[in-house]
């Protein structure tokens, strides 16, 4: 597991419109990332909608979302919903390996590996000021709203 302080993994990904996204490119903003498990899934649709809106027209935060689905599901599920921010695709889940969020899974008593719902705040020099491993959709956007406030803090 990532904790405050390590320096993020880098990555570029295919996001829903199989543009290359790399988290690199992302300076001089910070980077609000957020692992779901399944796209145009309810509890990561209320994730997505309610982190674009409250994260909607800020120049300081970046989101992005990823998971193992692929480019042409995102872009249905972005379509839908307007989205409108990156949803990258890690079909392999090597990414999210690196981030600690792809392990087991339990769900009506069966077991399987799939992604652990997680977010982290990446500084605009890649440093992690903090992550959230198994985070509900609802406590994922009570926690990006402290996140904008410290953020529009750093900057005034």
Same mark, same amino acid.
């Given at each position: 597991?990532?904790?405050?302080? =390590?320096?993020?993994?880098? %990555?570029?990904? %295919?996001?829903? #419109?199989?543009?290359?996204? $790399?988290?690199?490119?992302?300076? @001089?903003?910070?980077?609000?990332?957020?692992?779901? @498990?399944?796209?145009?899934? $309810?509890?990561?649709?209320?994730?997505?909608?309610?982190? #674009? =809106?409250? &994260?909607?027209?800020?120049?300081?935060?970046?989101?992005? /979302?990823?998971? !193992?689905?692929?480019?042409?599901?995102?872009?249905?599920?972005?379509?839908?919903?307007?989205?409108? %921010?990156?949803?990258? *695709? =890690? !079909? =392999?889940?090597?990414?999210?390996?690196?981030? /600690?969020?792809?392990? @087991?899974?339990?769900?009506?008593?069966?077991?399987?590996?799939?992604? &652990? #719902?997680?977010?982290?705040? &990446? $500084?605009?020099? /890649?440093?992690?000021?903090?992550?959230?491993?198994?985070?509900?959709?609802?406590? $994922?956007?009570?926690?990006?709203?402290?996140?904008?406030? #410290? *953020?529009?803090?750093?900057?005034?």
């Amino acid at each position: 597991m990532l904790s405050e302080g =390590d320096r993020a993994p880098a %990555f570029t990904l %295919f996001d829903q #419109r199989a543009q290359k996204v $790399s988290l690199i490119k992302q300076a @001089p903003k910070s980077v609000l990332l957020f692992f779901y @498990p399944k796209a145009n899934s $309810s509890g990561c649709t209320s994730q997505a909608l309610g982190l #674009r =809106d409250l &994260i909607k027209g800020n120049r300081t935060v970046q989101l992005i /979302g990823v998971s !193992p689905d692929l480019p042409r599901t995102q872009m249905k599920w972005d379509d839908k919903h307007e989205l409108g %921010f990156p949803l990258l *695709s =890690d !079909p =392999d889940h090597k990414v999210a390996a690196k981030y /600690g969020v792809w392990g @087991p899974k339990k769900l009506y008593g069966k077991e399987y590996e799939g992604i &652990i #719902r997680s977010m982290f705040w &990446i $500084s605009n020099n /890649g440093r992690i000021l903090e992550c959230w491993y198994k985070i509900s959709p609802k406590v $994922s956007v009570e926690k990006s709203t402290e996140v904008l406030e #410290r *953020s529009n803090e750093q900057i005034a």
